[in-house]
């Protein structure tokens, strides 16, 4: 177990909603990444927060944003849902200190758009 | 469980023998690398890491070998189990405050 929760596991929605995913990262954990795995691919880098500010930001449109709470909780939000955006959504947390690279990810929200 | 990567290529290799799992990648900037594990349901797990002023790092059971002239970078698993059944992810990172760039993937099947 990673202590990296997230909610909900599985999501269906339709063309053109919009979406919330949530994570729980570990406590003292303040740096939370999030990714994008379409199936049969590896996850790709959708954005970065730290102490509540995104401070990186990969290849996507600005319909996908996030949060970062004090609490070291996070959201993903993405408006204007495409079919293209099913995907399995990942969600990674570090601590202080911690090599950049060695991150704890989350189980990840299964998100299908029909 | 979650169903990661249907149409990966894949390698099977009986238990107890050792597994390499390659992985090229593209930039011949990126100077951190890494391998991930991803189980059916779970997130990637780290697994072991090498830096480019490196050409070979030992962990428990794995080692990482790379090879910057051909830009190609391998995972040995020795004595290979069960429990290493699993999609396997090489990572690269250019230096900086630049993200990870993630491979394909490569399903690993552990035959009893």
């Known amino acids: 177990e990673t202590g990296v929760t997230q909610s909900p596991t599985h999501l269906i929605k339709t063309r053109g909603q919009q979406v919330t995913l949530r994570c729980s990262s570990q406590s003292g954990h303040n740096t939370v990444s999030w990714y994008q795995q379409a199936l049969g691919q590896g996850p790709q880098f959708i954005f970065q927060?730290?102490?509540?500010?995104?401070?990186g930001r990969g290849n996507f449109p600005p319909r996908f944003s996030g949060l970062q709470f004090p609490n070291y909780s996070s959201e993903l939000n993405v408006n204007a849902l495409e079919l293209d955006d099913s995907a399995l959504y990942l969600c990674a947390s570090r601590e202080p200190g911690q090599h950049v690279d060695e991150q704890y990810f989350g189980p990840g929200t299964r998100l299908t758009v029909t | 469980g979650e169903s990661v990567g249907l149409h990966l290529p894949t390698l099977s290799v009986q238990e107890g023998d050792n597994s390499i799992i390659n992985c090229a990648y593209s930039?011949?900037?990126?100077?951190?690398f890494i391998w991930y594990k991803q189980e059916s349901g779970k997130g990637p797990q780290f697994i072991i890491d090498i830096r480019s002023n490196m050409d070979k790092r030992q962990g428990q059971r794995v080692t990482v070998l790379l090879n910057k002239t051909v830009k190609h970078l391998s995972l040995q698993i020795a004595a290979t189990q069960p429990g290493d059944s699993a999609v396997y992810f090489c990572a690269e990172r250019a230096s900086g405050n630049t993200p990870l760039v993630f491979g394909k993937g490569t399903r690993l099947s552990v035959i009893a």
């Open positions: 927060y730290y102490r509540e500010e995104e401070n």
């Open positions: 930039n011949s900037a990126s100077d951190y």
